[in-house]
């Protein structure tokens, strides 16, 4: 005979009065649900109005730009200052990325080719910046994100360009030199690092650990102090070092969470970078200039002659108009044997006055002077 201990007890297993209370803020809830759930199709209907507009004014030859990096800036700004909470800024503007994306895809979706393979930082840069309603697709080499935005295979393309503790990467850079494409944006992801192991790796008996080069540089000390034996392996990226380890009973990967998930592998140690705050800077490429979103970032390209006092005519102008630089990378050029080129970062917008200004002295004493592109300030 089974005996009821608790005369208040319901199937579910919670008392009544507990039943009771929650039901109560469920249906408080599922009203809400409802109201946001028509406000997001108000808005949908609102980003189909713009982009009949934007088709409107548009002749039959003209492309219609449906992606506006500004505007999107500035609707995440405008949502972060105006939270009041419990949800941080962060967590309310990454579910407005979610619905613009959305909306974007009403308009028309999206296309993103970043440096593949699937499950790398890049792709979690990708969906940060574009949100998971654009289509990307994964690309072998920075080389072919380049050219397929350059082709118009796809609309845009995501690189990484620089790493907090292993520096810039070269190739991104080397790649603006003969290319025409514009930096539209850029994106700023913490790298988390992590060991995983597959269903059939014996814990004990690891002998190997594959990954990136970068990553496997990112946590040296780590591996040091814990696995000083095993001998490291550097493949072309995080997802091949996981891919790989799928049926190799003595090895491990270090790898980002993304790829853990793609691969269906376990993290034995998470978050074990070297630097705690570990981060990559990735850029946005595309063909058209972005306009001023309020808080913008320049990169520039310049090619200097190796004369005395070049690099010093070459900073003079934005100190003398109070521009702020905030990044600056020697290259060698590769048309001429002492010639280097300059890439530099700074606040502002290449329609500042301010900077036309600093622009024009630049101008006089650089071989040559090539914006890369004016874009908003990564927001998340
Ligand atoms: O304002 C626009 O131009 C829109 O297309 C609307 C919207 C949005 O959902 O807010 C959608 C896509 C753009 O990238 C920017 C903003």
Request: proline share 4%.
């Amino acid at each position: 005979m089974t005996s009821d201990n608790s005369k208040n007890s319901t199937v579910s297993g919670m008392s009544s009065e507990e039943e009771a209370k929650l039901t109560v803020l469920r249906d408080g809830i599922d009203d809400i649900d409802k109201k946001i759930a028509l406000l997001i199709n108000n808005r949908a209907q609102l980003a189909q109005e713009v982009a009949a507009v934007k088709h409107q004014f548009k002749s039959d030859d003209e492309p219609v730009v449906f992606y506006r990096p500004e505007r999107e800036a500035q609707v995440l700004r405008k949502i972060m200052d105006l939270n009041e909470g419990p949800l941080n800024d962060e967590e309310m503007a990454r579910l407005f990325r979610e619905i613009m994306s959305a909306c974007l895809a009403l308009e028309r979706p999206v296309s993103v080719a970043y440096l593949g393979p699937e499950g790398t930082f890049t792709q979690q840069a990708a969906l940060k910046h574009f949100g998971h309603s654009a289509r990307t697709s994964s690309m072998p080499a920075i080389d072919d994100v380049f050219r397929e935005v350059e082709s118009g295979s796809v609309n845009y393309g995501v690189v990484p360009v620089e790493n907090s503790t292993e520096g810039v990467i070269n190739h991104t850079l080397d790649n603006f030199m003969t290319s025409g494409l514009k930096i539209c944006g850029e994106v700023e992801l913490r790298i988390h690092q992590n060991l995983m192991v597959s269903d059939v790796t014996k814990i004990d008996s690891i002998t190997r650990v594959y990954s990136h080069a970068q990553s496997l540089a990112q946590c040296r000390k780590w591996l040091d102090a814990y696995y000083p034996h095993v001998e490291r392996v550097a493949v072309n990226s995080n997802s091949e070092a996981a891919r790989r380890i799928k049926g190799e009973w003595n090895s491990a990967a270090i790898a980002g969470e993304l790829a853990a998930h793609q691969y269906g592998l376990h993290i034995l140690n998470e978050k074990i970078e070297d630097q705690p705050d570990n981060s990559t800077r990735f850029l946005i490429i595309g063909s058209e200039p972005v306009p001023i979103s309020g808080d913008d970032k320049t990169s520039i390209m310049v090619a200097m002659k190796n004369q005395p006092g070049a690099l010093h005519s070459l900073l003079q102008p934005f100190h003398q108009h109070n521009i702020d630089l905030t990044r600056i990378e020697t290259r060698p050029s590769k048309t001429g044997a002492w010639n280097y080129v300059f890439f530099i970062d700074f606040n502002g917008h290449i329609s500042d006055y301010s900077v036309k200004e600093a622009l024009k002295v630049i101008d006089l004493h650089a071989a040559d002077v090539k914006v890369l592109g004016s874009y908003p300030r990564a927001v998340l």
